[in-house]
């Protein structure tokens, strides 16, 4: 990548914990994010980071591993996001249908996000610390 030109990369990592990763369907781990961030350091390659906060089965303790894996990777920017889109028809709008959330009815042209009742509450405003302490975080 660095001898074809490549100067930044987005490395979507979405959790700093497995479960999560699991639950969310990313087809690697904790341990493959941090090889590869390592790699792109070691090539000088600037690296933006993504978080995927609050899906199904997020926690407190999940939310804590997320955040500890972006601050020890110190990407050059980092992008929070508090909760996951649904759309209609997937597993996700059946189970926030089944947890009292709005109707997967609202279609592509209203968006719906899903954050896990276990962080609802505190999440956003987590998030929202974190940022303000960390330059170069954005929501």
């Known amino acids: 990548m660095k001898k ?3 100067v930044e ?3 979507g990592f979405e959790s700093g914990s497995d479960r ?3 639950r969310l369907g ?6 493959d994010v941090r090889r590869s961030s390592r790699l792109f350091k070691e090539f000088e390659i600037r690296q933006t980071g993504f978080l995927l906060l609050g899906g ?3 926690d407190r303790a999940s939310v804590d591993a997320s955040f500890a894996l972006a601050e020890a990777l110190q990407p050059e920017g980092m992008k929070v996001a508090v909760g996951v889109r649904v759309y209609p028809g ?3 709008a059946r189970l926030a249908a ?3 959330l709005p ?10 996000f899903y954050v896990s009742a276990a962080v609802r509450d505190w999440l956003a405003e987590r998030a929202k610390e974190e940022v303000r302490s960390h330059p170069g975080w954005r929501l």
């Open 9 to 11: 990369v987005s490395l």
């Open 103 to 112: 109707s997967e009815e609202a279609g592509l042209l209203e968006s719906l």
């Open 26 to 31: 990313k087809g690697f781990s904790v341990a």
């Open 20 to 22: 999560m990763l699991r």
């Open 98 to 100: 089944a947890e009292g």
């Open 4 to 6: 074809a030109g490549c």
């Open 56 to 58: 199904p089965g997020e």
């Open 90 to 92: 997937t597993p996700l």
